[in-house]
Every structure is written in C-alpha cells, then in structure tokens.
C-alpha cells in the first residue's frame, strides 16, 4: 500500500456525535481515488472491516479498541460549482459538510436543499444512507454519484441508475462515495429565512442541546418508531448515562460519561419491547460498529 496519512489510537468518542466509543488503532486520511482503492484492497487482504467515517451522526462504537481499517474524508472536501440549463449544479467529494452546502445554498438563493440543512452529515455518508428529513431526502436532488465498489473499480452513476429507498442505497453494502452531484435551481423564495425557520421548528422537536446519533430506528410502515417507542413507555426511559431523549423518543442521548454497553441494552429493550407490544420489528437507522 503506498503512503498514505494516518493517525493513530485515535478516541472514536470523538468521532461521532452521542460522543462514545472505545479507541481506534489507525484512522487513514486519503485524498485521492487510488488511496480508497489501496485501503479497499489492504482491508480485503487483512480481512479487516472497511469503515468510512463522516460526521458520524448516524454511528456508534463500542468500547475498547478496534483495529479495523477506518476511513476519514477529513481531507476530500473540494467542490465547484457549475451553472448549466436554469440550475446550479454542487460537484462536491464525499467530505464536504452540509454546512459547507448550506452555506452555498443562501449566499446563491438556491431551492431545493432547506429541508435537509439541520443534517449533521457529509455529501459521502448522506448518500450512503440516503440522509432526508420533513419528507426530503438527498435522492430527490442527485444527479450522479462516483462510487469505489468493495473490489475497487471506480463506477460513475447517473441518478437513474441508483435504486434510493428510505434510509436505503445500493452503497450500503460496502465500497466507498468518494463523490457526488446535486442539482438545485435559483430560487425567488427567501431561501435564508425557510431555512432559519426550519432549524428553528428541527430544534424544538429534537434534543440538539445533548450528544445523539439522530435517529436510532427507521421509520417502520405502520407508525412513526418515535411513536411506538413513546407508547412503549420509552421517552425519557435511560440506562445508567444513556436514555431516549424526554423531547424525542427515537432520540438517544448521552447524558454525559455514555457507555456503549448501556446504549446497546437500551437499543435491544426498545426491539424487543415493540415487537412484544405491537408486532413490529424496528430497523435500525444507526450503524453500529463493534
């Protein structure tokens, strides 16, 4: 494998957002598509679980330390802006943060990315699984993807090409987004105030105040899973330092020195307490890596 930047024992509670986990022997920062390539291929000859890392809202570790080959897009953060046919099209590498989006989108007036501007995501991570919230979700504005595939052959999609679902892509299943593009139009709306608007109505609905992974379970068919978990007596419920937000009950949060361990028996009472209850099996929106 040819040179590539890496840091070492690197705290994972720092590297997603409810803020716990154990530690990780080496986290590699690639900047290139030959990079991935070579970290897919050392963690197929290592048998060593590939790991992209993002923002990692939507991720949790456990404890201890986990020598897997963990993947930051710290350092593919580039993007450029293209006007093409009434609509400005965002080429951004898979590190670029919403932030970084919604920052284009008011200072261009730009419609079509308010809905999903209170993600705390990564282009890379919200393509993978396929980020939305208040009804949007980031396949109603993508036009391609480059996506690395588990044997490292570098594949350019068009939109149509790729069967989105609900919290679903086809790049769950492993590879890596080093890319992707999304297409928004110049809008006559007043784009900065909807969007001031809507982290206002997200922070009242949500426990933004504390450490959280988001959303714990997808949303299944029947009911939304904050609702079940709600009836199942879960709101507010914790486990030593971690509980179901009082605000939100699909919400967890770390209410300060979290253990993976209470996480994850919170995680399997609320399973087994919903099917017992309603039938249902939760799917997990999170990923969990141990």
């Excluded at 997603?16 to 920062?29: F, R």
């Excluded at 999609?157 to 999304?182: C, H, M, N, T, W």
């Amino acid at each position: 494998m040819g040179w590539i930047d890496k840091e070492e024992n690197v705290d994972l509670s720092r590297l997603c957002t409810i803020k716990i986990g154990g530690k990780a022997k080496s986290v590699y920062l690639p900047e290139t598509v030959d990079d991935i390539k070579n970290l897919i291929s050392e963690s197929r000859e290592r048998e060593k679980p590939f790991v992209p890392l993002g923002t990692g809202s939507n991720i949790v570790f456990s404890d201890g330390v986990l020598d897997y080959i963990f993947v930051s897009t710290k350092k593919l953060k580039k993007y450029r802006l293209e006007e093409k046919d009434g609509y400005i099209y965002i080429h951004a590498q898979a590190g670029v943060s919403f932030k970084t989006i919604v920052s284009l989108v008011k200072k261009y007036n730009l419609e079509g990315f308010e809905y999903l501007s209170g993600i705390p995501a990564t282009i890379g991570g919200a393509v993978v699984m396929n980020a939305g919230a208040f009804g949007s979700q980031i396949s109603d504005i993508i036009r391609q993807v480059e996506w690395i595939d588990g044997e490292g052959r570098l594949h350019q999609l068009k939109r149509e090409e790729i069967d989105f679902g609900y919290r679903k892509s086809p790049f769950q299943g492993g590879g890596f987004v080093y890319s992707a593009v999304i297409r928004l139009k110049k809008s006559r709306k007043d784009i900065p105030q909807i969007i001031k608007s809507h982290l206002e109505e997200r922070n009242k609905k949500q426990p933004l105040d504390k450490p959280t992974s988001g959303s714990t379970f997808k949303n299944p068919p029947e009911k939304p899973a904050g609702y079940l978990l709600e009836k199942a007596g879960l709101k507010g419920y914790r486990i030593g330092n971690v509980a179901f937000s009082e605000k939100h009950a699909n919400f967890m949060v770390n209410l300060g020195g979290g253990r993976f361990k209470e996480l994850k028996e919170l995680i399997e009472l609320a399973e087994r307490r919903v099917g017992e209850l309603y039938q249902i099996k939760l799917e997990k929106e999170i990923k969990v890596v141990e």
